[in-house]
């Protein structure tokens, strides 16, 4: 079992800046790779960006692409995103997920254990 906690959303202006922060334990942390999900109301589940499990191989849905920035720090087993530049559509429950698929998975199935969401939304 892994179990993740998010941290760091909260309400902050248009063009502001964010860091979620997700603590995992349990398990190896380096066994999986993460992922940070987002949904909006009325919408499903979206993946935002994910990891590898070394940290050198991400991916970043094309909507954040040159604004937010995925990075996990295994010695602290805690995954980051970095969410600058931010759009009133950004606004969603941002979540956290992890998989034994270790270099990463852009399917949603994949993602075997999840965090509890924290809440971003961004004002006009």
């Known amino acids: 079992q892994v179990q993740l906690v998010e941290s760091g959303g909260g309400l902050v202006q248009a063009g502001g800046s964010l860091r979620l922060s997700c603590a995992a334990s349990?398990?190896?942390?380096?066994?999986?790779?993460m992922g940070w999900f987002r949904q909006a109301p009325g919408k499903e589940r979206e993946l935002v960006a994910c990891?590898?499990?070394?940290?050198?191989?991400?991916y970043y849905a094309d909507s954040v692409k040159g604004r937010f920035t995925i990075s996990r720090d295994n010695a602290k087993n805690t995954v980051y995103l970095q969410m600058n530049s931010l759009k009133p559509e950004d606004t969603a429950v941002y979540y956290c997920?992890?998989?034994?698929?270790?270099?990463?998975?852009?399917?949603?199935?994949?993602?075997?254990?999840w965090g509890q969401g924290t809440q971003v939304t961004v004002s006009s």
């Open positions: 997920a992890a998989t034994g698929v270790r270099l990463g998975s852009l399917r949603l199935r994949d993602y075997d254990y």
């Open positions: 349990g398990r190896t942390f380096t066994s999986y790779a």
């Open positions: 990891i590898g499990w070394s940290g050198l191989i991400t």
